[in-house]
């Protein structure tokens, strides 16, 4: 039987594994009602079926996909145990293993079985990006991405997967708010240039750093912020500083949104 996957929502980083699951001959749906054109689009050049509705898309898939904003995670969560989904849930959000555990408590309370997932890299337009899954239910969804651009992994533990990519995006990310927060500062302060000759000639690629950093997060800052408080959750349930992720969500949310 083909296998029907619901994916929840195609934003950028959402349609391209939608597409990943298409090459190994899964329905990817999706349910456009209260979406903009910008991710029709986007569901459309990925080859995903419109159903419309969210009821729809519940009642006919064995698999959903939840791959939104960090802040959305739950809400998503529970607007699908209450229309009685009793497939599996793959969480791929980035959020905190607390969080994660309070939205498979809600979807595991509405009959379906939980995955925890943590997306590590870009859209996987290409490979190079791991969807890493934990849980009892976890075996059935590295199948589907066999092969394919996406490379789905297993890692043991309660909610291990947000576990991991909380850990790896503090350092990605926090380390890019760093680097964005120094030069603001050696800006204000006037000695810019000075720092970046400095830098070139104690052999650090900082500058290079910046460069990227200042581009991703124009384009995506605001998209970071919610993540970054995750972060501190995370760091916080493990006994360590709250400040490194509550300190990047203020660099990040210094940058204004960009509507895709």
Not at 199 to 204: A, M
Not at 214 to 235: C, H, L, N, P
Request: hydrophobic letters at 50%; one cysteine or more; glycine letters at 12%.
């Amino acid at each position: 039987m083909t296998m029907v996957i619901g994916l929840l929502h195609p934003g950028e980083m959402g349609a391209a594994v939608g597409a990943a699951a298409r090459l190994n001959g899964a329905r990817v749906l999706w349910a456009s009602a209260g979406r903009g054109e910008a991710t029709g689009a986007r569901a459309a050049a990925a080859g995903l079926e419109d159903v419309v509705a969210l009821g729809r898309l519940v009642a006919e898939s064995s698999l959903i996909l939840s791959i939104c904003p960090p802040a959305a995670a739950a809400d998503v969560g529970r607007a699908v145990a209450s229309l009685g989904f009793r497939g599996v849930y793959v969480d791929a959000n980035a959020v905190s293993a607390g969080t994660a555990g309070q939205v498979r408590d809600v979807v595991e309370a509405g009959g379906a079985a939980y995955v925890d997932g943590g997306i590590i890299g870009g859209p996987p337009t290409a490979p190079g990006t791991r969807l890493y899954v934990s849980g009892d239910r976890a075996q059935d969804v590295v199948p589907l991405f066999a092969g394919t651009v996406l490379d789905a992994r297993l890692v043991e533990g309660d909610c291990a997967a947000s576990a991991l990519k909380m850990a790896y995006a503090a350092w990605t990310k926090i380390s890019a708010a760093l680097v964005l927060a120094i030069e603001a500062t050696a800006r204000e302060h006037g000695v810019a240039e000075a720092l970046h000759a400095e830098w070139e000639l104690s052999g650090l690629d900082l500058a290079g750093r910046l460069a990227v950093g200042e581009r991703a997060a124009r384009s995506k800052g605001w998209r970071w912020v919610d993540e970054m408080r995750q972060i501190a959750a995370t760091f916080d349930a493990a006994g360590q500083p709250v400040g490194f992720g509550a300190a990047a969500a203020e660099v990040f949310d210094r940058y204004p949104r960009v509507e895709d």
